[in-house]
């Protein structure tokens, strides 16, 4: 499985960008894909999910209502449109690959993912 994340950049607060994840690969074992980030000198957190198969939709608790997880019908790209960023959405943003069956009761869980794509990076910033 191959993922490649794009779309990062420098936004001012308030403003939005849509960060875009190309998955490849083994379609038919995958469970979900996920959203994580990770700013400096903190864990890595989750942001979003979507189960592969039925299309439901998580989100964590800080992103919830201005965030969207969407996936285009050929089921080649995951996107994340980010609206009312704030400064504490800076951060390096990861997209993952599950296989496991464990994903659909815990979506949010890190463990769950065993393949990452190599991060696009998010600035908010005036």
């Known amino acids: 499985v191959q993922l490649q994340a794009s779309g990062g950049g420098l936004v001012p607060p308030g403003g939005f960008l849509r960060l875009s994840c190309s998955v490849s690969?083994?379609?038919?074992?995958?469970?979900?894909v996920a959203w994580f980030r990770q700013a400096a000198g903190m864990e890595r957190e989750f942001v979003a999910a979507?189960?592969?198969?039925?299309?439901?939709?998580y989100y964590g608790d800080s992103v919830k209502g201005r965030f969207t997880i969407s996936r285009d019908n050929a089921k080649t790209t995951v996107y994340l449109q980010m609206i009312s960023l704030k400064p504490e959405d800076t951060a390096v943003y990861f997209c993952?690959?599950?296989?496991?069956?464990?994903?659909?009761?815990?979506?949010?869980?890190?463990?769950?993912?065993?393949?990452w794509g190599q991060g696009t990076e998010v600035t908010v910033s005036s």
């Open positions: 993952a690959s599950s296989s496991h069956g464990g994903v659909i009761l815990s979506p949010r869980a890190l463990r769950h993912y065993n393949d």
């Open positions: 690969g083994r379609p038919d074992s995958r469970t979900a």
């Open positions: 979507i189960m592969w198969k039925g299309g439901t939709r």
